[in-house]
């Protein structure tokens, strides 16, 4: 008995010193999800996404083939970048525009999800010349980031200011409510001021831009020109390639919105001698009966936050003839 | 028996401990890297991890994939970010280690909502409906709004490759800017990861026609502990000592058992050496009756506890060596040191009368001489050339040896203290039987000076009768009238000492009496040293 009773102390001691031996299996203990959203991109990786751009875009350039662009442009900058490649192909040697890839400023959106949209504040390509707003946009998970746009910043402005690239910067939709003016309010507001000009009930709303004075005196320009042998009506209504927005460090928003401007002239018993640039676009220099010209207008305004009495500024714009048709 | 068994078990137990703890340490002990591997599902070509399983058992982790046939990818993302890139397509998730070496993966099934053609797939969902895909809903609605061209290219794959088999390919991670690292090649790519704060997540995925289910393997470097090597084998070797001590316990207090029987022969040994006296007859009887009683006892009490038995002969022999010193040296030289009572009370020097006391120191130290190249007689060396020499001038001063051994005052003592000494030569004899063949021829050497034989002579040696008694006294036989000793000695002590006799013949010198030995070798050293000086 007292054998049997010792062997099997002993017996669940040596079970329980092997029990003892064997170290538990390691858990996964992963970082809580946090509760601020960190930026969709590091730094490293939004450089990199330049890269890639800018990688695609000399190819492209290169060979003035606007499908090569489609790995990594897209929407308003893929059909300006396809006209300045027909202007080029047409002699233009300054049609294209220089679009640098090295960052000065990055402003990366807290998302996780999509689409994402990342805007960057180019070094100037050039001395003396303005830097760029670059907005690029990832549609999905598998897709990749896309240059969606390029603006040219009007000299002067000075871009509000936005959190640093580790922190991010909140995505703002194109319906949001907590800035003065809603993204896509931003444009038809813009729209109506160029439609109505002074006689807009916007005009205070928004600070005066070369782009809206570029814009009048064009019109102005040709309505000199056609005088009194034909009309001329100019439309502007906001692009169906849409607005993005970023937001920025005091709660306002950068918003990138499309317009465009249809400007249809009809000729009487006269022809229009018409400049390089739509002659390229058009393949003939001289039309006798009618005129189009599509432009497509990129904008980007700096919205202030809801509550704020600010004005929306015109940060910058790019404003580029994308068709043109005419007999 | 069970005192037995249990030492036994108690040794057995400390072994087990010991070959524990160094199992702990060799066999068992775990790997310099862990590693572990998992793979996909069969007809899915990506595996994702999840957060936290990169940095799960190291800081560094090395992530292998392989795959049989084509390219093969890893990507590492936010985890949020891959979950989104894989979406609803099927793949594996690594959730963890199933043990030491393989992964804890979990099958996850295409979704089928967020694309029309998944529907019609029949084929894929049983294979998958094991497995419960809840965790994917969040990543499908991230990317359902997203549904552009670009969703539907990286689905169509996913669905092709179940059903029709036709030119799509599996999705390809390859580039995607949603990674913050990646390594791509063929059959068998690594890529190395320190951990970062925040949720990440690598992505292996099998690109190309045909891919085949990828494997991945995270390795990562482990700190290995022993914490069991030390305390096993101390333990352990704790409890093997004390199941041994036990066991020679046991044994030993078994051997004394059977040793006590023979008992008889010790008494019967010293008949033929000579004729016993009435008094040496009358004890050998007491002896004999003693050791019967004693036996008897044991018999009695057999379980009682060894140990106990040696112990009042040891403390009794102690007793014994104590006083001699005390009585020899304290009568001869007051002034002695240590050193020199040691030797004193075994040689005939120490039998110098107290009245040489006052004699001068020079004396003294000449007698102290004397004495110790007495004791020394058996390293046959010293003996021709320096034993003449120091003899040859003390002889005056020794002269009065011979005349006071007569009335020194414990005639009983002086008679085993004799005995004692020839036991000591004889001992040293059979010790050095290897060099000097002849143990006897000493002392006649050390006869040939005056003093010292003098006194022993008279004592020992004439007649045969007391040299038996001598011999006899030499094997702890008590003394004829030692008061203490016939009493407690005689049952144990010559047991002991007679025991090895029998079987051996070279111990017993050296165990029955402990002390005379150490003695010997200290009065050499003076010998050498003097020639030294001279």
Redesign the interface.
């Known amino acids: 008995m007292?054998?049997t009773a010792?062997?099997a102390a002993?017996g669940a001691?040596?079970v329980g010193?092997?029990a003892?031996?064997s170290?538990p299996?390691?858990?996964?203990?992963?970082?809580a999800?946090?509760a601020a959203v960190?930026p969709?991109?590091?730094a490293?990786?939004a450089e990199?996404?330049l890269d890639?751009v800018a990688d695609v875009l000399a190819l492209a350039d290169e060979a003035r083939d606007p499908a090569m662009l489609e790995p990594r442009v897209t929407g308003p900058a893929a059909t300006i970048r396809a006209v300045e490649y027909t202007l080029a192909g047409a002699g233009d040697e300054d049609a294209l525009t220089a679009i640098p890839a090295a960052a000065q400023t990055l402003v990366l959106p807290t998302t996780?999800?999509?689409?994402r949209t990342v805007m960057v504040v180019t070094e100037p390509p050039e001395d003396l010349q303005a830097p760029l707003l670059l907005t690029l946009v990832?549609?999905?998970?598998?897709?990749?980031?896309r240059l969606w746009s390029w603006v040219r910043l009007f000299p002067g402005v000075s871009m509000p200011a936005t959190t640093e690239p580790g922190i991010g910067s909140p995505p703002v939709a194109p319906d949001a409510e907590d800035l003065a003016v809603a993204p896509t309010e931003v444009v038809n507001q813009y729209v109506d001021l160029l439609t109505n000009r002074d006689q807009s009930p916007y005009a205070a709303a928004f600070t005066a831009d070369p782009l809206r004075q570029g814009i009048a005196q064009t019109r102005d320009a040709f309505v000199g020109v056609v005088g009194a042998n034909g009309s001329l009506t100019e439309t502007y209504q906001p692009d169906a390639a849409g607005v993005q927005a970023i937001g920025t460090a005091d709660g306002g928003a950068i918003v990138v919105a499309t317009i465009r401007t249809v400007t249809t002239i009809s000729l009487v018993d006269s022809t229009l001698k018409i400049g390089d640039q739509t002659a390229a676009l058009l393949g003939t220099d001289t039309v006798a009966s009618s005129l189009e010209i599509q432009w497509l207008s990129v904008v980007a305004f700096a919205v202030p936050p809801a509550g704020s009495d600010e004005p929306v500024e015109v940060l910058g714009a790019e404003h580029s003839r994308v068709q043109v048709t005419g007999s | 028996m069970i005192q037995r068994a249990l030492a036994t078990l108690l040794c057995l137990v400390g072994v087990a401990a010991i070959a524990l703890g160094v199992a702990s340490a060799t066999v068992w002990r775990a790997d310099d890297v862990l590693v572990a591997t998992g793979s996909a599902a069969p007809g899915t070509t990506m595996i994702v991890t999840d957060p936290g399983v990169l940095d799960l058992a190291a800081d560094e982790v090395t992530v292998t994939a392989r795959a049989r046939t084509g390219r093969v990818v890893i990507a590492l993302g936010r985890t949020s970010d891959v979950e989104a890139w894989v979406g609803g397509d099927a793949h594996t998730r690594v959730t963890g280690l199933a043990d030491w070496h393989e992964l804890a993966t979990e099958d996850v099934a295409a979704a089928p909502s967020p694309t029309p053609p998944a529907d019609g797939e029949e084929g894929e969902a049983p294979a998958d409906g094991e497995v419960p895909a809840d965790g994917e809903p969040p990543a499908d609605e991230g990317e359902a709004p997203a549904d552009g061209e670009a969703p539907a290219d990286g689905e169509a794959p996913a669905d092709g490759e179940a059903t029709d088999g036709g030119p799509a390919l599996p999705p390809d991670p390859t580039g995607s800017d949603l990674w913050v690292d990646e390594a791509v090649g063929r059959g068998e790519v690594t890529f190395d990861w320190t951990a970062t704060d925040g949720r990440w997540s690598v992505l292996v995925a099998a690109t190309g026609a045909g891919a085949a289910p990828p494997t991945i393997s995270l390795a990562w470097p482990q700190e290995v502990t022993t914490p069991w090597l030390w305390p096993g084998v101390v333990v352990g070797g704790l409890l093997l000592l004390a199941g041994i001590a036990w066991w020679v316990l046991i044994v030993v207090a078994t051997r004394r058992r059977p040793a006590a029987e023979p008992e008889p022969e010790p008494a019967e040994l010293p008949v033929p050496a000579g004729q016993l006296t009435r008094r040496q007859l009358r004890e050998l009887a007491e002896k004999q009756q003693q050791t019967r009683r004693t036996r008897r006892e044991r018999r009695d009490v057999t379980s009682r506890f060894p140990m106990l038995v040696p112990g009042p002969s040891r403390r009794a022999e102690r007793a014994r060596t104590q006083e001699r010193p005390e009585e020899a040296a304290a009568p001869t030289t007051p002034a002695a040191t240590p050193a020199v009572p040691a030797a004193a009370p075994t040689t005939p020097a120490a039998g110098t009368p107290a009245a040489e006391a006052p004699a001068s120191r020079r004396l003294r130290r000449r007698a102290r001489e004397e004495a110790e190249a007495a004791a020394a007689p058996t390293t046959p060396a010293p003996t021709p050339t320096t034993a003449p020499e120091p003899f040859g001038t003390p002889e005056p001063a020794a002269a009065p040896v011979p005349t006071a051994a007569p009335d020194d005052g414990a005639g009983e003592e002086s008679a085993p203290r004799e005995g004692r000494r020839r036991l000591r030569l004889r001992g040293r004899a059979r010790r050095g039987q290897g060099e000097a063949p002849a143990p006897e021829p000493a002392p006649p050497a050390e006869e040939t000076p005056a003093p010292e034989p003098a006194a022993e002579a008279p004592a020992a040696a004439p007649s045969p009768a007391k040299s038996a008694d001598a011999w006899r006294r030499a094997w702890g036989l008590p003394p004829v009238s030692g008061g203490a000793e016939p009493e407690q000695g005689p049952a144990q002590t010559p047991a002991q000492t007679w025991y090895p006799v029998a079987t051996t013949g070279t111990p017993p010198a050296g165990g029955s009496e402990a002390e005379p030995t150490p003695p010997t070798t200290p009065p050499t050293p003076p010998t050498h040293g003097r020639r030294d000086d001279r």
């Open positions: 007292r054998r010792g062997l002993i001691l040596l010193a092997l003892a031996c170290t299996l390691p858990v996964p203990q992963p970082d999800v946090p960190p969709a991109l590091s490293d990786q990199d996404v890639g996780d999800t999509w689409p990832q549609e999905s998970p598998r897709a990749q980031y």
